[in-house]
């Protein structure tokens, strides 16, 4: 048998037209990820095969089948027509990892719309801030959440359509409509809406470090490099068992929890759960997982709950590993080599690239520590930050830059063009982190180049905790930074003066904690506060997180002299 | 039910329990593997721990498994309280 091509052959022949040509797309004729990732794979003969095995905390199961897929995402669309909701429109998933969140996602793509996936652990402020921007016309829920839209409702004129997918009629007030996938008379053709290539798909949010997240708008063409970046990085077969952690409310979740696997017909299993380690092993060992995409935070906590719960299970299922959301430190990579017997291959991506753009590709040797080198097919460097030219010399710190033009880049942020434009500089996109380059072209993985917060491999924006944090009652002014966390690699730590009357205490920084876990989320949720007497401003008088951010990194501040002045 | 976990288990019905979610929240019902406690959340829940009842909990002690049940938390609380005083 052939041995299959290495990067440097890939890298040397690359062309996106390869992914084209295996999902037998055609420049200019429709493309809707829906239907590649559902009707095509069905037509390839593949129906039968299982698509989704699902698994809650109690151990309930349920099994999908391509068919099942494609006819269950055909219902949703239809019912989704049946409202009145219109292609184009923004319609929200706002749900636990449960069926309804995989196969509505398709389901709304189907019919033209654009899916807005947002993690159900978000509390009403964000969730808000959100749907407000997107002037989101439905969302999709669970009882369990529906409090937190009730509480909003008022204030999203737009929100027209509230579904609940595990709710009773009975029970659901104006608006609010119940709808049960499973139960719904089935839809066997759909007409599928013809999405073109440059329609919008998809629209996540993600923070950056001035102002509330921003809309990254993402089109049907990322298929391509969804599909081909989950083929070769993920090392995806036709037998493969994946498993992806990621909650399709982040990015990772919907590129390589939805559309990588699906539009490769691979089977996938999700478990609707919180972190148990045992828990973990266990659900491997029972679906017999082969890949497994996870993240550096997962694993570190996998490591701090010791070697002895992997031991108890038998896990030689494991074929491939792989990572994503932050850097993975050598010390991961070497403890998965030695429990595992072979590596975590960190990947480097964002939001708004949409795919794997830096990786420790299959078969290449790992630096354990690094990011790899690009995918083939896309430029990337590292930046000089006074002229935004390549570095060119290892070991020199920069900003890690890609030339723009691979297929899932997004084509810019929801209702903030000025703030997409902002992100290019000498024909470069600028990813917004710091690396070096070593002298055999792999990256090295700095740190972020601005105050965004990268805690759990979510980005988390300082302004929109500072402005949850005025909004608690005893709040003066406040400041949020990154501080360094073993487990998290960053975590939120608030700096804050308190109004005339309060006094700091152990219980009135709880409070505090605990007003932003359920108005944000538990990402954002400071965990650390540290009550001050002032905070470092300029002379116009805006706070400088950098001075506080460099205290908690026991970094030099170095020159302020031109912040200062602002 | 004594004290600890009666005090534990109000807190986290307050705190923690959504309007919507109809579970019940015994003594042994999963807390972070269920997702009604997530591992960032785990620090606030900590601290409360520690500012009631006046004990310190390193972090290689703060683990998800450690924090999964109210039983387990009760435990977590005891050794501790032990701790602080000198027996362990």
Redesign the interface.
């Known amino acids: 048998m052939r041995a299959p091509p290495s990067y440097e052959e890939l890298t040397a022949n690359f062309d996106w037209n390869v992914a084209e040509r295996e999902l037998g797309y055609r420049p200019k004729d429709p493309v809707n990820i829906a239907w590649m990732c559902s009707d095509r794979i069905c037509q390839l003969g593949l129906s039968n095969k299982l698509a989704l095995l699902w698994e809650d905390y109690q151990g309930n199961e349920k099994r999908f089948t391509y068919d099942d897929i494609r006819i269950l995402s055909n219902t949703i669309a239809q019912f989704l027509c049946g409202q009145g909701i219109q292609p184009g429109e923004r319609v929200c998933l706002f749900l636990d990892r449960v069926p309804e969140l995989y196969i509505g996602f398709l389901g709304i793509l189907k019919m033209g719309a654009v899916a807005q996936p947002l993690f159900s652990a978000f509390g009403d402020e964000s969730l808000r801030v959100r749907l407000a921007d997107a002037g989101t016309s439905a969302i999709l829920t669970q009882k369990k959440h529906l409090y937190k839209v009730r509480k909003i409702r008022d204030r999203l004129p737009h929100l027209q359509h509230i579904i609940v997918v595990d709710a009773d009629a009975t029970s659901l007030q104006e608006r609010e409509i119940a709808f049960a996938m499973e139960l719904a008379p089935r839809v066997e053709h759909f007409f599928v809406y013809p999405t073109t290539a440059e329609s919008p798909s998809v629209l996540h949010y993600t923070s950056g470090t001035t102002g509330q997240p921003k809309g990254a708008q993402h089109v049907h063409y990322s298929i391509i490099a969804q599909y081909l970046t989950a083929k070769w990085v993920l090392d995806l077969q036709a037998e493969d068992i994946y498993w992806c952690n990621a909650d399709p409310g982040w990015v990772t979740g919907t590129s390589y929890g939805i559309i990588g696997p699906w539009s490769n017909g691979i089977t996938q299993v999700v478990l609707d759960s919180g972190f148990n380690a045992g828990r973990w092993y266990e659900f491997i060992k029972k679906y017999g997982v082969t890949v497994w995409y996870s993240a550096p935070t997962a694993i570190r906590l996998l490591m701090k709950e010791g070697a002895e719960i992997a031991q108890k299970h038998d896990l030689s299922s494991l074929r491939h590993l792989a990572s994503v959301g932050e850097p993975l430190n050598p010390e991961a990579v070497l403890w998965s080599q030695e429990l595992f017997g072979k590596p975590f291959h960190d990947t480097f991506w964002q939001t708004e690239t949409g795919c794997i753009v830096i990786t420790n590709f299959p078969g290449m040797p790992i630096k354990p520590g690094s990011m790899g080198k690009p995918f083939p097919g896309i430029t990337a460097t590292v930046l000089d930050p006074k002229d935004f030219e390549p570095v060119n010399r290892a070991g020199v710190a920069g900003l890690i830059a890609l030339r723009p033009g691979w297929p899932s880049q997004i084509r810019g942020y929801w209702n903030n063009q000025a703030g997409y434009e902002a992100k290019f500089k000498n024909g470069w996109y600028l990813c917004g982190d710091r690396a070096s380059l070593d002298a055999d072209g792999y990256f090295w993985f700095m740190g972020r180049d601005d105050d965004v917060i990268n805690t759990g491999g979510h980005l988390v924006g300082p302004f929109e905790i500072e402005s949850a944090l005025l909004g608690c009652r005893a709040v003066a002014e406040s400041a949020a930074v990154a501080k360094p966390d073993p487990v998290n690699m960053e975590v939120v730590k608030a700096y804050v003066t308190l109004k005339g009357g309060f006094q700091p205490s152990d219980d009135l920084e709880l409070e505090i904690m605990n007003n932003i876990r359920k108005r944000l989320s538990p990402l954002a949720m400071p965990q650390e506060i540290e009550f001050v007497s002032s905070l470092p401003k300029t002379r116009s008088g805006k706070i400088v997180r950098r001075i506080l951010r460099c205290k908690e990194f026991n970094e030099p501040v170095g020159d302020l002299s031109t912040i200062m002045e602002d | 039910m004594d004290e600890i976990s009666k005090v534990v288990r109000d807190y986290i019905i307050r705190?923690y329990a959504?309007?919507?979610?109809d579970r019940e929240i015994t003594e042994t019902t999963?807390l972070?593997?269920?997702?009604?406690?997530?591992?960032?959340?785990m620090?606030?829940l900590l601290?409360?721990l520690e500012?009631t009842y006046e004990i310190h909990i390193p972090?290689?002690a703060a683990?998800?498994?450690a924090f999964?049940t109210v039983e387990r938390i009760v435990a977590l609380v005891r050794r501790f309280q032990k701790a602080e005083v000198g027996f362990v």
């Open positions: 705190e959504q309007e919507g979610d999963p972070i593997s269920s997702g009604l406690v997530d591992s960032f959340s620090v606030s601290r409360f500012k972090d290689a683990t998800p498994e999964d």
